[in-house]
């Protein structure tokens, strides 16, 4: 028995290691572009398409139910976006509060008799409204059907080429659209998806969509996921796009061409990651037509979101984003490892495989074996001390270098004691927030199996004044 | 491996980290007294700056920006701000004679060094606040381009926003040059330079600068180009035609509604499309029996735009009242029925 936990853990050993050279290669990667770009001016780069009549035109889509709390502030946030065409379209999904009456109370609204197009199947439409103050405000009173459904009933409403999807609780920076847009417009067409960065709120200070104080929340939970978004998307996303096989955009915010998501069958309704099941869907399609579009991501932060402060509602938007990522996997299992599917079977499918999706379970078997070597005499004390100290490595020393890679090139936090705080923190990652993670982590799979879809729950506080 | 192998390259790694962290830690207590002494210099010459732009013999401010620390990106910020809030400011005689005076000296140097963002910042700079002493050295840069990557596409926006006609010619070493460059080009130069190259443009033979010399006149409302625009409704090049449309839909203006009547029978929906809004907009009469077909069209935007361009009919409500109760058409009537009620447009 003690060979077989010492083959054991000697295979969790080889497993982190591997994954923590995988997460520095992408480091490697990552690091080029953002430090290349770091001095660059924002205001310079996005001013010459901000007044330019050649930008295409966006149609904003906002799914929301039970949101009457937000739903307002977060569309008079959209309407200070500096863009020059938008439209925006709120998708009331079966709310059972005020959600619809908010905003045809606020902005005048009042019912349109308009011939939607049916390019995707969704639930009944029962009532759509257009407001009397700004025409451009539309909204989508449906049935219930879900996230996806409200999403696919806003893009068959919707009237320009590009739309963005945002979640009803983020808050979108003045230029978000146009820094989010511009890879688009100068690739001419050739990028049809781009994902902009997502940054934690809490503790900072938004006005009328504007960062006013960047600050850090008091609150450590909040804290470990700052430092968990750094690692996500300053190492991870970043990489994955320059080699072209980013397989999630945040649902938060991400902007698509209209086009090629109705050729892809829009949002899947039968999972919780209809997000990433999108992006992976279209990689799919691109791979499998020889296409050269690409998918793409900016580092620059563009849209502020509220973290979850509760250990509860935490738990519950781990298990839902694992459950989405086992989903999407496996509806796309077929891609894993084919080499016909180019480096996004061969490389990206495989690393949300084995890292993404797994990397939970042998997490676990990591710390079961260190308390039973430590504890138990499992296995032998200098084996379960290497575990030990390979899983800090993993754990830990990656979320630091992340902190250090955000300072080295966006330094977005502006005190020392802000990056002090944050890189003593992200030490500690392995010792209590990782082990959460790992337990919920593998609920989410199991959550797979049970087929049960909810819109997720988030007790808002509200982040924008 | 053994422990004490991991023990020794946990503590390598810890030590590297603490190190980086405490190059990070003064590196950012630098920039922070830089931050902080720039903006003490910043606020200490807005008053003097202000004034010396309003009228020049008061030179308090030519004084004051030789003796701070910190010129360049005080003079960058204090014009930068200028140019972003004052119409025409970046033609402004002061910002050009300031920004030559002192910023050709540290903008050539930047161009020459390895820092590729700052490098596009310089170029952006130097077009805000139209640094013509830059144009040779410029120009020399872009001659001995390879590739059109970010950086050379923006030191033909820079040449091109100094006035520099060469550009256009540079530009035909490049294979693919994006449409939207040669718009940007266009857009840049001043008036009679453009006209001139647009007209070459509509006389050439290279598609993309074509499209762009379209779709320049489109939103520069240049009515003389209009018999070149109907010329290319002609063309066998489909997005050279659709490009047409577009420019009289934005123009408001043709010579000759015959010559609209083959575009709504067109196999291309675009076309259609915009031979709709064109009858619309100009309120073409005769073809509003050919509207009611198009109302009936399979695809959804010519139905759309057909039924918005009655719109425009002073009595497009009527029609459009009858045609939602008898138009044959299911979706002919619905799309009908929403433009009764419904108001286009985004948010510009």
């Known amino acids: ?465 | 491996m053994t422990l004490s192998f991991f023990l020794v390259l946990t503590a390598i790694l810890l030590l590297f980290q603490m190190g980086l962290l405490l190059y990070l830690i003064v590196r950012k207590k630098r920039r922070q007294r830089l931050e902080e002494e720039t903006e003490n210099e910043y606020a200490h010459l807005t008053e003097p700056f202000a004034s010396y732009m309003t009228d020049s013999s008061d030179v308090r401010f030519l004084y004051a920006v030789k003796s701070i620390d910190h010129q360049q990106i005080v003079l960058e910020r204090l014009l930068n701000g200028y140019v972003a809030f004052t119409k025409g400011a970046n033609a402004s005689p002061l910002v050009k004679q300031l920004s030559e005076e002192f910023l050709t000296d540290p903008y050539t140097r930047i161009l020459g060094q390895r820092n590729w963002a700052r490098r596009i910042n310089t170029l952006h700079y130097i077009e805000d606040f139209h640094m013509r002493s830059l144009a040779p050295a410029l120009l020399e840069r872009l001659k001995n381009a390879g590739t059109l990557d970010v950086e050379t596409q923006q030191l033909v926006r820079t040449l091109a926003s100094l006035n520099e006609t060469a550009v256009v010619d540079e530009l035909k070493r490049f294979l693919n040059v994006p449409v939207r460059l040669f718009i940007d080009v266009f857009n840049r130069l001043d008036k009679a330079n453009a006209n001139e190259q647009i007209k070459t443009a509509l006389e050439g033979s290279d598609e993309a600068a074509k499209h762009a010399a379209l779709a320049y006149i489109a939103h520069s409302g240049a009515l003389s180009f209009l018999p070149d625009v109907e010329r290319e409704l002609a063309s066998s090049h489909t997005e050279i035609r659709i490009q047409a449309l577009k420019t009289i839909y934005r123009l408001e203006y043709m010579s000759d509604p015959d010559l609209l009547a083959p575009f709504f029978d067109s196999s291309f929906w675009t076309e259609r499309m915009f031979a709709a809004r064109i009858a619309g907009i100009m309120q073409f009469s005769r073809y509003k029996q050919t509207l009611s077909t198009l109302l009936g069209d399979s695809v959804w935007w010519v139905r759309y735009s057909a039924a918005e361009a009655y719109t425009h009919f002073s009595d497009g409500d009527v029609i459009l009242a009858h045609l939602s109760e008898n138009h044959p058409d299911r979706y002919g009537r619905d799309m009908a029925a929403q433009w009764q009620t419904f108001r286009p447009g985004g948010a510009r």
Not at chain 1, 52 to 59: A, D, G, Q
Not at chain 1, 109 to 130: D, G, P, S
Not at chain 1, 134 to 157: C, E, V
């Open chain 1, 1 to 465: 028995m003690q060979t077989f936990f010492l083959v054991f853990s000697y295979i969790i050993i080889a497993y982190m290691l591997f994954s923590s050279l995988s997460y520095i290669l992408l480091f490697m990667i990552a690091f080029r572009k953002v430090y290349r770009e770091s001095d660059l001016d924002p205001r310079e780069t996005t001013e010459d398409i901000a007044g330019n009549e050649r930008t295409f035109p966006v149609s904003i889509l906002v799914p929301a139910y039970n949101e009457e709390v937000g739903v307002v502030s977060t569309v008079r946030s959209l309407l200070a976006l500096e863009y020059p065409e938008k439209e925006i379209i709120v998708i009331d999904d079966g709310s059972k509060d005020q959600t619809s009456a908010r905003m045809i109370e606020e902005f005048q609204m009042t019912e349109v008799a308009f011939a939607v197009r049916a390019y995707l199947e969704t639930a009944e439409i029962k009532t759509i409204y257009q407001s009397s103050i700004f025409p451009y405000i539309r909204l989508i009173k449906k049935a219930n059907g879900g996230k996806a459904d409200a999403l696919n009933a806003g893009i068959n409403l919707a009237s320009y080429p590009y739309f963005c999807a945002i979640d009803g609780d983020s808050i979108l920076e003045n230029d978000a659209l146009l820094k989010t847009m511009k890879p688009i417009i100068e690739s001419d067409g050739q990028i049809i998806v781009t994902g902009g960065s997502v940054r934690i709120a809490n503790g900072s200070t938004i006005s009328r969509s504007k960062v006013e104080t960047i600050n850090l929340p008091s609150h450590p939970v909040v804290l470990m996921q700052i430092i968990e978004y750094f690692r996500a998307f300053l190492i991870g996303r970043l990489a994955l796009s320059r080699l072209n096989i980013l397989l999630i955009v945040s649902g938060a915010f991400g902007v698509f061409h209209k086009e090629r998501v109705i050729r892809a069958g829009g949002y899947n309704k039968k999972t919780v990651g209809e997000d990433m099941e999108l992006v992976v869907r279209l990689h799919r399609l691109l791979r499998e037509e020889k296409s050269k579009q690409r998918i793409e991501y900016i580092p620059d932060p563009v849209c502020w979101t509220e973290a979850p402060e509760s250990l509860e509602v935490l738990r519950s938007q781990r298990v839902r984003w694992q459950r989405g990522l086992w989903e999407t996997l496996w509806t796309h299992k077929k891609m894993i490892f084919n080499p016909a599917y180019g480096s996004v079977g061969l490389l990206s499918m495989p690393y949300f495989l084995l890292v993404e999706l797994l990397g939970a379970v042998f997490e676990l078997g990591g710390y079961f074996m260190i308390f039973g070597g430590f504890f138990f005499s499992l296995i032998d004390p200098k084996t379960a001390g290497v575990l030990f100290l390979v899983t800090i490595f993993y754990g830990s020393f990656i979320s630091a270098l992340a902190v250090l890679l955000e300072e080295m090139t966006l330094h977005k936090y502006p005190k020392i004691s802000h990056l002090v705080r944050l890189y003593f923190w992200a030490l500690t990652e392995t010792f209590w927030y990782r082990p959460f993670m790992v337990v919920w982590r593998i609920q989410g799979i199991f959550a797979a199996f049970r087929k049960k879809h909810n819109w997720g729950d988030m007790k808002r506080k509200g982040i924008s004044t």
